[in-house]
């Protein structure tokens, strides 16, 4: 299986800030990366496909970046509503291995 | 309108057998390069991937509960039903399912809490 290792864990930041989180596969997976949002009681919303493609109704200062093993996700002026819990997830191959999440929290 | 809604038990004994059901409308598990997939995710932890299943039948599995999966779909329904056995507490968790298509799992159900508990 391909492990999937995002950093930092958790992540303190004010609104207005610039963060970047990133994500590491254990092999290469191309593009094959999405990044997913989730709010507390809420499911996952797909934020980025194939690395870098924004979804349908994402803001345009979500953002993301790298191939083969290693991505971002850069958020480029924080919002009040951006505080979630990111995780990364390979599309390269099964399992679709998730990171194990990176908490943002309001400082 | 893609929709997706998660339905079984909230409380299952451990050694039992869970059953899920995912009713979805928007789409069609018929349709060439339609795939959905369940993940889970223990209360305050990261998502865990379980399995998908795709349009033309073919099912795949996380290795970690491979041998306790089984994952099926009813076109005509619009549905597909994980099957887990020998439930432990450390199930116990929100089961997801969602649309799966190249760019990721781009809809996702409300999701459904399952606990293990005698």
């Known amino acids: 299986d391909i492990q999937m290792t995002q950093s930092p864990s958790s992540l303190s930041a004010s609104v207005g800030d610039r963060v970047t989180i990133t994500c590491r596969a254990s092999?290469?997976?191309?593009?094959?990366l999405n990044w997913y949002q989730q709010k507390p009681g809420k499911a996952p919303q797909l934020l980025i496909y194939a690395a870098s493609s924004l979804q349908s109704g994402v803001p345009s200062r979500f953002s993301g970046g790298g191939s083969g093993t290693d991505f971002t996700l850069t958020i480029s002026s924080l919002q009040p509503e951006d505080f979630a819990t990111y995780y990364c997830q390979q599309s390269y191959s099964t399992p679709r291995t998730f990171g194990q999440g990176t908490k943002l929290e309001i400082k | 309108q893609v929709t997706l809604k998660e339905s079984g038990p909230a409380l299952v004994k451990p050694t039992q057998t869970l059953t899920l059901t995912c009713t979805f409308s928007?789409?069609?598990?018929?349709?060439?390069?339609?795939?959905a997939s369940w993940i889970r995710q223990p209360p305050g932890k990261a998502l865990e991937w379980l399995a998908r299943?795709?349009?033309?039948?073919?099912?795949f599995y996380s290795a970690s509960v491979n041998t306790r999966l089984t994952i099926s779909k009813d076109t005509s329904k619009n549905q597909v039903v994980l099957t887990m056995t020998n439930m432990d507490p450390m199930d116990t968790a929100t089961y997801y399912c969602?649309?799966?298509?190249?760019?990721?799992?781009?809809?996702w159900g409300q999701g459904t809490l399952v606990t293990v508990s005698s």
């Open positions: 092999q290469s997976i191309s593009s094959y």
């Open positions: 928007g789409f069609s598990l018929s349709t060439s390069g339609m795939r």
């Open positions: 299943i795709d349009w033309d039948d073919d099912k």
């Open positions: 969602a649309r799966d298509v190249t760019k990721g799992l781009d809809y």
